[in-house]
């Protein structure tokens, strides 16, 4: 299996801040990466897929970035609503797997 | 937009068969991929499965002997049967669709549904 590494676990931002979460995968999965928001009791939403596609609906201010190995997810100005857990999966394989999530909290 | 709803019995006997359904609706279940993802308490989301409209399915390595994914197409809907549980099987269940044309993709999940393995 492919195992995908989020850091930091948790990250403290306040509104307004760029934040930055990195998703390592233990073997290239090319770009066949995407970024999910989940809030307890919610459904997950996608919000990039291969990497750097912007799902539709999604603001702008999210932005995803990488190959192989190594990647990012950016907000570039957080929201109130942003602050929510966030999970990369690579799906490079049939067994597609998911990095352990990072939470957003409020500063 | 695509809504899905997960339902079944909240709690399964240890041995017993965890059965939950998923119903699609505003949207067809014909030519879609639809999969089955749970989370187990404080670890992270794990592919249970998943399966084409017409019935050909995948299953984790980790699970498969065990587990079961149909599909009712008349109904809108699609399944999991998870056979001979243990307390590890206790988990948050999602059932999402695969998005067209990107494979893997989760592009509609439903909101999940708690699963507790207990007698």
């Known amino acids: 299996d492919i195992q995908m590494t989020q850091s930091p676990s948790t990250l403290s931002a306040s509104v307004g801040d760029r934040v930055t979460i990195t998703c390592r995968a233990s073997q290239s999965v090319s770009d066949w990466l995407a970024w999910y928001q989940h809030k307890p009791g919610n459904a997950p939403k996608l919000l990039i897929y291969?990497?750097?596609s912007l799902e539709s609906g999604v603001p702008s201010r999210f932005s995803g970035s990488g190959s192989g190995t190594e990647f990012t997810l950016t907000i570039s100005s957080l929201q109130p609503d942003d602050f929510a857990t966030y999970y990369c999966q690579q799906y490079h394989t049939f067994l597609y797997t998911f990095g352990q999530g990072t939470k957003l909290e409020i500063k | 937009q695509v809504q899905l709803q997960e339902s079944g019995p909240g709690l399964v006997k240890p041995s017993e068969t965890l059965s939950l359904t998923c119903t699609v609706s505003a949207g067809s279940i014909t030519h879609n991929y639809w999969s089955w993802i749970r989370q187990p308490p404080g670890k992270g989301l794990e592919l249970i499965g998943y399966?084409?409209?017409?019935?050909?399915?995948n299953y984790n390595p980790s699970l498969t002997g065990r587990v079961t994914i149909s599909v009712d197409t008349s109904k809108n809907q699609f399944s999991l049967k998870l056979t001979s549980v243990t307390a590890a099987d206790t988990a948050l269940y999602y059932c999402?669709?695969?998005?067209?044309?990107?494979?893997?993709?989760?592009?509609?999940w439903g909101q999940g549904t708690l699963v507790t393995v207990s007698s």
């Open positions: 399966i084409y409209y017409s019935g050909s399915t």
């Open positions: 291969k990497a750097s």
């Open positions: 999402a669709r695969i998005k067209p044309e990107q494979w893997l993709v989760l592009d509609f």
